[in-house]
């Protein structure tokens, strides 16, 4: 990745955050948190890695991509809008009756979603039986899963784990969003959710850990990830809630409340975006 | 005499048939595929089925992956596992996304006799039937069961498909053809109609025997489809008989008679009786004697046509 690569990568971020913010302003309700910590890995899969085609949402050969922890949708829009799958002024009739950009993700509703999710726990078979369908059809198209670290506490998702490593599943790449929160607290005080680099190993996955706002690092580890044959591999991305807004970052609080118009014009005005 | 097939027998052999016809079709199962009968499909077609292991959730939700790519897939395990240990990932992951995934659920009701009532499924037409979009199916006997299987993978969606553990007489010709939402009109009578679905279709029938016997000819409609009900079938009934007892191997509480009696209270209002599993959990036994128990029995379907009939205005 040249410098000036990373500097393209660096500003569709930002512009990613940015449209983040106004969205959930303009919507009064939605979570901030998770999705700003997860735009770097969004960013990278969009705009530097994945095979798709925005005017062909249903391309059968594209990547896919499953936001598993789907209260994350403002991320997945504002992406999916820089993308080319729908105007980016379509964005701020988030959650507004009527229109295609639901609360949760709706893959009926929205062009490019490739999963209905807002339950969490779910997406992770979903994404194993796109890899599934892949492997039956012999077709070189990648999955990739995004997961919340609070997310993780459903069973559902360790048994997925297995089915992953059963049917070797080496066109999947899951990314954890290892930001340490979730809604009641920290993940260590909610529940004992620690050690998630061990725990997907035991379970056979192979695991690398990486600096999940890095676009460097998770190009290597994605690199390594497609080169690991046999099994699926997990990325331990370690990420900031509300990463790129100093008032959110850490806050638990940011779950799950929007800005109100003299925060968002605090946070754009952080983000060179006033 | 024609040998009983169980339906979860006639399930298993429909769905080899339907894997030579249609390459799209894939299978799941929760380790139970010899009991589910789904073990036929996974030695002609390893490469389309799919072992989950006892991990009903995520059968379900890699059923909804899989489907988005293309595949019909069917997903097998007992009825109670089918609908109760997945209800939001078949609500979340198939049905709000209106997902071609069959599920073909075993071992349905209290017939399920033996293994008692953790095993027995008395709620699952409930729990499919208020899911948006969801298509309900109950056969009655073996060639019923197969039309169910052809029917459900020539419909787009999501289709709850409801076997039984026992052999059934045989009520249909092989030949049998199912159409979604349409009942069928085994007998015709004028005093009163008994609405049946799967294994109650054939006592049902019996019923209408030991009435005719005392005189009384009534009708017998067999729903091999609870969702979308035969609205017209059910007003005819109502209109032409005046009296409707509904009878199914499910509670009484949001199955079959609930879907009829919706229709009824709108469009006809006239006595209705239920002949179903009263507001209890099962228990072990054989099946014939939880029939007796539970108060399925031809006797207390003929039973409640007398009251239904004393009612009448
Ligand atoms: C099955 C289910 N239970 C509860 C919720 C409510 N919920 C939404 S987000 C969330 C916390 C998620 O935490 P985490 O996975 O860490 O997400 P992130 O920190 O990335 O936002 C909860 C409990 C849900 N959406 N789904
Ligand atoms: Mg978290």
């Known amino acids: 990745m040249t410098d000036q690569e990373r500097a393209a990568l660096t500003d569709r971020a930002r512009r990613i955050r940015g449209h983040i913010i106004k969205m959930l302003a303009a919507a009064g309700s939605g979570h901030p948190g998770g999705s700003l ?7 990278f899969l969009y705009f530097r890695r994945m095979r798709y085609d925005p005017k062909n949402p249903q391309w059968p050969d594209r990547d896919r991509f ?7 949708a403002p991320v997945l829009y504002a992406t999916l809008a820089e993308a080319g799958f729908f105007p980016v002024e379509t964005l701020t009739t988030l959650r507004r009756f009527g229109s295609i950009l639901q609360g949760h993700p709706d893959m009926k509703k929205t062009p490019g979603v490739e999963m209905s999710t807002g339950s969490l726990g779910q997406g992770l078979s979903a994404a194993n039986g796109m890899a599934l369908a892949g492997k039956l059809d012999k077709k070189d198209y990648r999955v990739y899963v995004l997961l919340g670290d609070g997310e993780i506490e459903e069973g559902q998702i360790w048994e997925a784990a297995m089915t992953a490593v059963h049917y070797k599943l080496d066109n999947l790449t899951a990314f954890l969003d290892y930001n340490h929160l979730q809604i009641d607290g920290r993940i260590e005080e909610v529940k004992s959710n620690t050690d998630p680099v061990g725990r997907f190993r035991s379970f056979g996955w192979h695991v690398l850990e990486v600096d999940g706002h890095d676009f460097a690092a998770l190009e290597r580890a994605v690199d390594e990830a497609q080169a690991t044959k046999g099994k699926p591999t997990m990325i331990v991305a370690h990420t900031v809630k509300g990463k790129g807004v100093s008032f959110m970052e850490n806050q638990v609080g940011w779950h799950g409340t929007a800005p109100k118009p003299e925060e968002a014009q605090k946070a754009l005005a952080e983000l060179g975006l006033a | 005499m024609i040998q009983k097939i169980a339906t979860r027998d006639a399930y298993g052999q429909a769905l080899v048939k339907l894997g030579r016809e249609n390459p799209n079709v894939v299978v799941l199962d929760a380790d139970l595929s010899k009991s589910t009968k789904t073990a036929g499909f996974a030695k002609e077609f390893p490469e389309r089925f799919f072992q989950m292991g006892i991990a009903e959730a995520d059968m379900t939700s890699t059923a909804a992956g899989l489907a988005t790519c293309g595949k019909i897939p069917f997903i097998s395990t007992f009825a109670c596992f089918a609908t109760g240990r997945n209800f939001d990932q078949l609500r979340v992951s198939i049905a709000y996304p209106h997902l071609n995934v069959k599920i073909a659920a075993t071992h349905a009701g209290i017939t399920v006799g ?8 008395i709620e699952d037409v409930a729990l499919m039937r208020v899911i948006p979009g969801m298509i309900v199916l109950s056969p009655a006997d073996a060639a019923d069961a197969e039309a169910a299987v052809f029917a459900a993978a020539a419909v787009e969606g ?6 039984g553990r026992e052999p059934m007489p045989v009520i249909f010709p092989p030949e049998r053809k199912l159409i979604i939402g349409k009942a069928d009109r085994l007998k015709e009578g004028t005093e009163a109609t008994i609405a049946a679905t799967g294994v109650m279709t054939a006592v049902a029938l019996e019923a209408a025997e030991i009435l005719a016997s005392r005189g009384r000819m009534v009708r017998v409609l067999n729903f091999s489809t609870i969702k979308p009900i035969d609205g017209e079938a059910i007003v005819a009934a109502a209109r032409e008989t005046g009296a409707i007892v509904t009878a199914e191997e499910h509670s009484i ?12 209270v709108k469009h006809y209002p006239v006595p209705m009786e239920f002949v179903g599993v009263q507001d209890r959990f099962g228990q072990s036994g054989k099946p014939a004697e939880l029939m007796k128990e539970y108060g399925l029995t031809a006797e207390d379907i003929v039973a409640a046509v007398e009251r239904a009939i004393a009612r009448k205005r």
């Open chain 2, 253 to 264: 509480i949001g199955g079959l008679g609930s879907a009829v009696a919706e229709v009824v």
């Open chain 1, 66 to 72: 499953v936001l598993s922890k789907g209260h994350a």
């Open chain 1, 37 to 43: 910590s997860a735009v770097e890995i969004l960013t």
């Open chain 2, 158 to 163: 999501p289709v709850y498909l409801r076997f």
């Open chain 2, 114 to 121: 033996e293994d008692g009532a953790s095993h027995q499924s």
